[in-house]
């Protein structure tokens, strides 16, 4: 099984589309998303300066844009790669597994992008890495000068976000055995100072157009396997004031029995944490066009492909490892969309296992108690008829309809 990534911000570097305009598919996407965006994205990754798409209203939609754009050469519509991204590559990841289309994906990041720059100039934040030393006293340190976790991208590498005059304090007396480097970033991002960027882009997100994702995708707040369109933008909203945790995304990944990861253009950082995190995991950082024969050879060899038709049932899977407790719910029940099933629990939190879309309950795949892995089958449901459907609907969507 194959992994897809997608980078976030920091990963953009001076002229970095400048390969890729040799292409001509490539190089169509991408005027296509400066269309969309309204931003000349072409021109900003050819000859912007690093301080020009260092901008976050500028680097985020670059760097979407360039995954999209190098996925569309990659990938064929049959093709099952798990898809993940880290921060603003979520939404890259969000329309490649079909919850999104690339022009929402982008309108959403162009005003996220906006939003978190606005809420940067509001107070002087940052980030900084912290890199090595002890999990519970890089802990106890940033408790200490108020900062936040923004990023735990792996053991031994947490990016603190918060007033830049606490990261300074920060490194002037770092946890034993660690060093704390400062990041080029003009905000504290996914910490509480970007509450209203949250907030505002939850405004445009209500009314987003999404659909239930076809493909694997993965939600970097948690490391969960999210199967719903609705639950897919919730958590695109939430995670610019949330923490990244790129660390449950690769214990997912490795849960799923991933065997090889492509990190799409400009790739490079997270497969280096792959190597880390996940030794014997075949990688692949795509740089240039010169690299996608390569990938594709690797997909070919390790991902999943499928060309036979939805089934006319539905299936509600675990979003993540651990321990299935089902509801008492009986089979032949007719439930609404989001009723419960149960939750699954881990060592790190608890997660509900929902009817997304709603259904007859016909059987259940896993008792209670049953350890299970993320996007294994729990129930299995049969759509309901259009009359019962919109009976439902009218319905609160909690509890058991019979």
């Known amino acids: 099984m194959l992994a897809l990534l997608a980078p976030g911000q920091g990963a953009q570097t001076p002229g970095m589309l400048v390969p890729w305009l040799d292409d001509a598919g490539t190089a169509a996407a991408l005027r296509w998303s400066a ?161 209203g960027a949250r907030d505002g882009l939850a405004v445009l997100a209500g009314s987003a157009p999404r659909t239930d994702p076809v493909r694997t995708l993965l939600g970097n707040g948690d490391g969960a396997v999210v199967r719903a369109g609705d639950d897919v933008v919730r958590r695109l909203v939430e995670q610019v004031a949330r923490p990244v945790r790129w660390d449950l995304c690769m214990t997912t990944l490795a849960d799923l029995g991933v065997t090889a990861a492509v990190e799409l253009a400009p790739g490079g950082t997270l497969t280096g944490l792959v190597r880390r995190a996940m030794p014997g995991v075949e990688t692949l950082a795509v740089t240039t066009p010169d690299d996608l024969p390569a990938a594709r050879a690797m997909l070919d060899r390790h991902a999943v492909t499928t060309s036979e038709p939805a089934p006319s049932w539905r299936v509600a899977v675990a979003p993540v490892a651990g321990t299935f407790r089902r509801t008492q719910t009986e089979p032949g029940t007719a439930l609404a969309p989001g009723a419960p099933l149960g939750v699954v629990v881990s060592n790190r939190s608890e997660s509900a296992v929902e009817a997304a879309h709603g259904g007859v309950l016909v059987e259940w795949l896993a008792h209670d108690g049953d350890p299970v892995s993320p996007g294994q089958a729990i129930a299995r449901l049969h759509p309901l008829d259009a009359d019962t459907a919109l009976q439902l609907r009218g319905l609160p969507a909690r509890g058991v309809f019979a």
């Not at 304090?169 to 970033?185: E, G, N, S, T, W």
């Open 35 to 195: 269309a969309v965006t309204g931003i000349d994205l072409v021109a900003l990754g050819t000859t912007g300066t690093a301080d020009e798409i260092r901008d976050t209203a500028v680097a985020q939609p670059l760097l979407v844009a360039l995954a999209l754009a190098v996925a569309d050469r990659l990938l064929d519509d049959a093709d099952r790669p798990v898809v993940a991204g880290h921060s603003v590559g979520e939404f890259a990841a969000a329309a490649l597994a079909g919850a999104l289309t690339a022009e929402t994906a982008l309108t959403l990041v162009r005003e996220r992008g906006r939003l978190m720059a606005a809420a940067s100039a509001m107070t002087p934040t940052g980030m900084s890495a912290v890199l090595g030393g002890d999990a519970d006293e890089v802990t106890a340190a940033l408790d200490r000068h108020g900062l936040t976790a923004a990023n735990v991208n792996t053991a031994g590498q947490v990016v603190a976000a918060g007033r830049l005059d606490a990261l300074a304090a920060l490194a002037a007396d770092p946890p034993a055995k660690a060093r704390v480097r400062a990041l080029q970033v003009a905000g504290a991002f996914h910490t509480e100072f970007m509450a």
